[in-house]
C-alpha cells in the first residue's frame, strides 16, 4: 500500500513540473510498470520472431533472408559493393547498415551463399573483415540453384509497404543444418552447431530411401570432437572440441588446428594465462597461422610435452564444451527440435518444392503445347483469311473461333478468348515462313518434355535422389569433412597440472604450507593438489594444499595425494596404547574425506607408529625387530619380510609381532615390488593406454619393461609405458619390447634413388632415432618385429615376376644408423609383409608366483591346528594340516618351522 502511495505522489510531483513549463503539456505519464506489463510480450515476440532464431522453412533470420533477396534483386552475374547491397538491403531491412554489413560478413565466411572478393576476414584469427565499401560480393552457384525459384515463393509486403519480400526463401537443401546458427533472443536463445555439406546430402537420400541416418556436426576450423553426448542437438547435449596439437620435437608443440568458436588470438591469450597461473610452463609461443593454424609452443627445459598437452586440454581453450540447443521458428512459433527431425523436415520439404516446380513446369509446357498446337491448326488452315471481311473486333474472334471448331477434338482443354487474341497477334512474316515440318517437330518435342516431367512427378522420391546426388557432384568437391570425430579420455587436472609451487613442512609443529618458506621443503605443487600426512600418534589426514594449515604435531611423512592411486603402498608397524601389543600392516589409501582424521591405529590412547614407509611401486622391504631387555624373553631380534603380507585396507588392525615392548625397528635390506605385473591396453578410438581393458591388449608390463613405438616416417623409440602418452598419427608399430629381438625394415632412400634392407636392435631406450636416410623423398615401405620376417616384392613393371624375400637371411643384424643391404633398383610398386617363419624363442625361467595368504588367516590355522606344547610342535608334521591346498601348504611350512624356532627358544609365540 505504501509502495502505491509513493508512486502516486512522484507522478503527482512530475506533473506539477511539467505544467510549470513554458509550453503546454498535455500528455499523460505513463509509468514503467505499467509499460512493462502491457509491451514486454510484443517486445519478446519480436525480438524472437524478426531477430535472433532461424526459420525452419528455410534456415535463416530475417536479416538473413533479406541480404540474400536483395543480393538477388541485384544480381547480374558480377560482382556489387557490399555497400551497395547493405543499402539496397535497407529497402526491406529496418535496422542500421552496421548490423547488416556484420551479418553479411558472418554468411559469406562459412562459404555456402556468398562468392566473395576482397578481405572478409579469418575466422581463425578473428581479423575483422575491411569496411563494407572496400569489399565485393555476388551470389554463389550454389546459391542461384537451391536457395531462389520465384514461381515458388510466397510473397509479403515490405515494412513500409513499397516493395514485397519474401515470406520464406524456398531453400531446396539443410540449409540451416549446413550453416548453424546463433542467436539470443528474450527468454530463449538458439545454438544450432554447423554440419558436413556431403554429410547432409547423404544423409537426406537415407531419409528418402526409408534407411536410418545419424548426423554430427562439421566445423570449418577443424579440430578433433567428441559428439558422444551429442544428444541430436536437443537441449542437454554436449560437444567436446579440441585443437589438433602434435609434438614437432622435444621442446616444441605445433597446434595445427583450433576448437570451433575460439580465434588463435583467444587461445594464445588462454595459454598465457595458464602460464602466469602456473598451470603450464612455457618458454615462448609463436603465431605463425596464414591460411592455415600453425602455433609453435616452446618448452622450457625438462618438461614433458605430452604432460603439457594433456595440460592445455585441461586448462586453456585448446579444450572447450560446446551445449548445443535447437530452437527455430515454425508457423511464427519458436519450437525445439533434434537435427534429424530438422533435417527430415528440411528433405520433406525440399521434395515438396521440387513436385511444385515439376507441376508449373508441366503447366507451362501443356500451354505451349496448347498454343502451338492452335497456332498450327491456325496457320495450317489459313482460318487467318476469314477474318478479313470481318469489320468488328468481336466478328473478328467469333470468326476464329468458328474456324477453329472443326479442328480442335485433340486439344487438352477449351479455347479462351485469350488463346484467339493472342492468334491474332501472330505477325504476317511468321505466318509467311511457317514451316509445318518444324511445327510438328516442335510439338513433339514439347509432348517428349512433358513425359518427361510426369514421368518425374509419378516417381517423385527418385528424382529427389537424383536431385540431391547432382547438388553433391556439382558443389561437394572440397567440402569434406574437417573437424576429426573421436572419442576423449577425461583429463585429470591434478595429474598434468604444472607444479611451480614449494611445499614446505614444520613436523614438529604439524604446519604444512606453501608460505612456509623457512621450514622443510616437501615437493613441488599446484594450487589444485591435496596432500596426504601421516603423524606419529597414528592419525591420518587429507587437506587441500594452502598457504598454511595446521595438520597436527609430530609428522611423519607428508606427500602430493594421488586419488584412486592402488599403486602405492604403505608398509606401517604400530604399538596399541600404552601397553598393546605391536601390529603390522601394508594397505593403500585411494579415496577418503578431506580434512577428516582417520586412526590407522586401534583407537587406543597412546598409540604411536614404529616403522612407516611409502612403497611408490608396492615394494616390501625386510626389517629388524629389536625387542628391550625384559624379564626371561630370550630372543631379542629378529627379522620380518613385509612382502609375507597382503595388501589390504586402511583401517584393519594387522598382524601381531609381538605383545612385548619394541626398542627399535630397522631397516634391513630393499625388497622387489609385490604387485602383479600391470596389464596395458590400447585404445585405438581415443589413441591412448589405459588398464581399463579398452581396446587391445599390449601385455604384461612391470617397472622395467617398455614399450615399442616406430612411425611410418622412421622413427623408433623404446620407452616405459605411461597412461598420459601421446602419440603420432603415422603411428604404425606399437607393442611390448623385447631387447633381444631384432627389427627389420625395407626402405626406399631418397638420396641414392635405391631400395634398401636393413635390422637392427635398439640401442640406446628411450631415446627416439630415426632409422631411415633422413633425406626428403625417403619412405618406408615395411617394417616389421618378427625374428624371422618375410615379403612379398611386386615391381612396377609386369615383366618383373614377384620376389619372396627372408629378411633374416639377407642381412645381418648391424647398427641403427647403417645403411643396410642394397634390394634393388628397379621401381617397387608394392611390399607386402607375408606370414613369419616359425621360430622358437627361448623360454625365460619361470617365476612361480604364490598367491600371499592373509597372516591373520595363517596364523589362525596353526593355532587351531597345533597345540603350544614342545612335543605337539616338534612331532607336528604336513598331512595332519586340514588344508592341502599346494600354495596354502607352502606358506604353512614356513609359519610351522617359524614357530618350532620360536618355541625351542623361549616357549612364546613370536609373530
Request: one cysteine or more.
Amino acid at each position: 500500500m505504501s509502495e502505491e502511495i509513493n508512486d502516486n505522489e512522484h507522478e503527482e510531483e512530475l506533473t506539477n513540473q511539467n505544467d510549470n513549463l513554458d509550453s503546454p503539456q498535455e500528455e499523460t505519464i505513463t509509468k514503467v510498470t505499467g509499460m512493462y506489463k502491457e509491451w514486454f510480450l510484443d517486445y519478446a515476440s519480436y525480438v524472437i520472431l524478426e531477430r535472433a532464431v532461424p526459420s525452419l522453412e528455410d534456415g535463416l533470420k530475417p536479416v538473413q533472408r533479406r541480404i540474400m533477396h536483395s543480393m538477388k534483386d541485384l544480381d547480374d552475374g558480377r560482382y556489387n559493393k557490399v555497400a551497395n547491397i547493405v543499402g539496397h538491403t535497407m529497402q526491406y531491412h529496418p535496422h542500421g547498415d552496421a548490423s547488416i554489413a556484420d551479418a553479411m560478413v558472418q554468411i559469406g565466411q562459412k562459404e555456402l551463399l556468398i562468392d566473395m572478393q576482397g578481405n572478409w576476414g579469418n575466422i581463425l584469427t578473428g581479423d575483422r573483415a575491411a569496411a563494407s565499401r572496400y569489399i565485393e560480393a555476388r551470389l554463389s552457384k550454389f546459391a542461384l540453384e537451391v536457395v531462389f525459384n520465384p514461381k515458388t515463393t510466397a510473397w509479403k509486403l515490405s515494412y513500409d509497404g513499397r516493395r514485397k519480400e519474401p515470406i520464406d526463401l524456398p531453400v531446396k537443401f539443410p540449409l540451416l543444418l549446413a550453416q548453424g546458427a546463433e542467436g539470443i533472443a528474450v527468454g530463449l536463445s538458439t545454438k544450432i552447431l554447423p554440419h558436413n555439406f556431403i554429410e547432409l546430402i547423404d544423409a537426406s537420400i537415407k531419409y528418402l530411401k526409408g534407411r536410418s541416418f545419424k548426423i554430427v556436426p562439421d566445423f570449418l576450423t577443424g579440430g578433433i570432437a567428441d559428439f558422444t553426448n551429442y544428444n541430436d542437438g536437443k537441449r542437454g547435449g554436449k560437444v567436446r572440441v579440441r585443437a589438433k596439437i602434435s609434438q614437432l620435437d622435444k621442446k616444441t608443440l605445433v597446434i595445427t588446428e583450433i576448437p570451433f568458436g575460439t580465434t588463435t588470438t583467444s587461445l594464445i591469450d588462454s595459454i598465457l594465462k595458464a602460464n602466469e597461473k602456473g598451470k603450464i610452463k612455457v618458454k615462448k609461443i609463436e603465431d605463425n597461422t596464414a591460411a592455415n593454424v600453425e602455433i609453435l609452443v616452446h618448452l622450457p627445459p625438462n618438461v614433458s610435452p605430452d604432460k603439457t598437452i594433456d595440460a592445455l586440454y585441461a586448462f586453456t581453450n585448446c579444450e572447450s564444451s560446446i551445449s548445443p540447443l535447437c530452437c527455430t521458428i515454425e508457423n511464427n512459433k519458436p519450437v525445439f527440435v533434434g537435427v534429424s527431425e530438422m533435417l527430415k523436415h528440411s528433405t520433406d520439404l525440399t521434395v515438396e518444392l521440387l513436385k511444385r516446380e515439376l507441376e508449373i513446369q508441366l503447366n507451362e509446357l501443356e500451354e505451349q503445347w496448347h498454343f502451338s498446337s492452335l497456332e498450327r491448326i491456325f496457320i495450317e488452315n489459313r482460318i487467318y483469311r476469314d477474318i478479313e471481311e470481318e469489320e468488328t473486333w468481336e466478328g473478328v474472334i467469333a470468326a476464329i473461333d468458328k474456324g477453329l471448331k472443326p479442328h480442335i477434338k485433340h486439344l487438352k482443354r477449351a479455347i479462351t478468348e485469350e488463346d484467339i487474341v493472342r492468334l491474332t497477334e501472330i505477325r504476317i512474316k511468321k505466318i509467311s515462313k511457317f514451316d509445318i515440318d518444324k511445327a510438328k517437330q516442335h510439338i513433339e518435342s514439347l509432348e517428349d518434355k512433358i513425359a518427361v516431367v510426369k514421368n518425374h512427378l509419378d516417381n517423385l522420391i527418385e528424382f529427389a535422389i537424383d536431385y540431391f546426388k547432382n547438388l553433391k557432384d556439382k558443389y561437394g568437391k572440397g567440402k569434406e569433412r574437417k573437424t576429426e570425430i573421436r572419442i576423449f579420455d577425461d583429463i585429470v587436472a591434478t595429474k598434468v597440472v604444472m607444479r611451480n609451487t614449494k611445499l614446505y613442512v614444520n613436523r614438529a609443529e604439524g604446519f604444512v604450507g606453501t608460505s612456509l618458506k623457512k621450514d622443510e621443503y616437501v615437493t613441488d605443487c599446484a594450487d589444485i593438489d591435496n596432500v596426504i600426512v601421516f603423524r606419529k600418534d597414528g592419525k591420518m589426514m587429507v587437506t587441500k594444499v594452502d598457504s598454511k594449515t595446521f595438520v597436527g604435531k609430530d609428522i611423519i611423512h607428508i606427500a602430493i595425494f594421488k586419488k584412486k592411486d592402488k599403486r602405492t603402498v604403505y608398509n606401517y608397524m604400530y604399538k596399541d596404547g600404552t601397553k598393546g601389543a605391536s601390529y603390522m600392516k601394508r594397505f593403500n589409501v585411494t579415496s577418503v574425506t578431506r580434512d577428516k582424521e582417520y586412526d590407522l591405529a586401534n583407537g587406543n590412547k597412546g598409540s604411536k607408529v614404529l616403522y612407516f614407509t611409502a612403497n611408490p611401486n608396492g615394494e616390501a622391504e625386510v626389517v629388524t625387530i629389536n625387542l628391550r631387555a625384559v624379564g626371561s624373553v630370550k630372543k631379542m631380534k629378529w627379522d620380518i619380510d613385509f612382502a609375507d603380507l597382503a595388501v589390504k585396507g586402511r583401517g584393519v588392525r594387522g598382524n601381531t609381532i609381538t605383545k612385548y615392548a619394541i626398542k627399535s625397528v630397522d631397516f634391513k635390506s630393499e625388497g622387489v615390488s609385490t604387485l602383479k605385473p600391470r596389464k596395458i591396453w590400447f585404445d585405438d578410438a581415443v589413441q591412448r593406454l589405459n588398464v581399463d581393458e579398452r581396446g587391445e591388449l599390449l601385455g604384461e608390463f612391470r617397472a622395467e619393461d617398455k614399450l615399442l613405438i616406430a612411425t611410418q616416417s622412421g622413427k623408433i623409440k623404446a620407452v616405459k609405458p605411461n597412461l598420459g602418452m601421446h602419440f603420432e598419427e603415422d603411428m604404425i608399430v606399437l607393442e611390448k619390447w623385447n631387447s633381444k629381438k631384432p627389427i627389420s625394415a625395407i626402405y626406399f632412400d631418397g638420396d641414392k634413388q635405391r631400395y634398401y634392407i636393413k635390422r637392427f636392435l635398439i640401442e640406446t631406450p628411450e631415446k627416439e632415432e630415426v632409422f631411415i636416410s633422413e633425406h626428403e623423398k625417403s619412405q618406408l615401405e615395411i617394417v616389421a618385429t618378427d625374428y624371422r620376417p618375410m615379403a612379398e616384392i611386386i615391381f612396377s613393371k609386369r615383366s618383373l615376376e614377384k620376389m619372396e624375400i627372408n629378411l633374416e637371411e639377407f642381412i645381418a643384424v648391424k647398427g641403427i644408423k647403417a645403411l643396410g643391404n642394397q634390394l634393388t633398383t628397379d621401381k617397387i610398386k608394392q611390399v607386402n609383409l607375408l606370414e613369419s617363419l616359425p621360430f622358437e624363442e627361448p623360454e625365460a625361467p619361470k617365476v612361480e608366483e604364490v598367491e600371499v595368504i592373509e597372516e591373520e588367516v595363517i596364523e589362525e590355522v596353526v593355532e587351531e591346528t597345533l597345540p603350544l606344547d614342545v612335543p605337539t610342535i616338534k612331532n607336528a608334521s604336513l598331512p595332519d594340516l586340514p588344508n592341502k591346498d599346494d600354495k596354502k601348504t607352502a606358506l604353512l611350512k614356513k609359519a610351522i618351522k617359524k614357530k618350532k624356532e620360536n618355541n625351542d627358544e623361549n616357549q612364546q609365540t613370536l609373530f
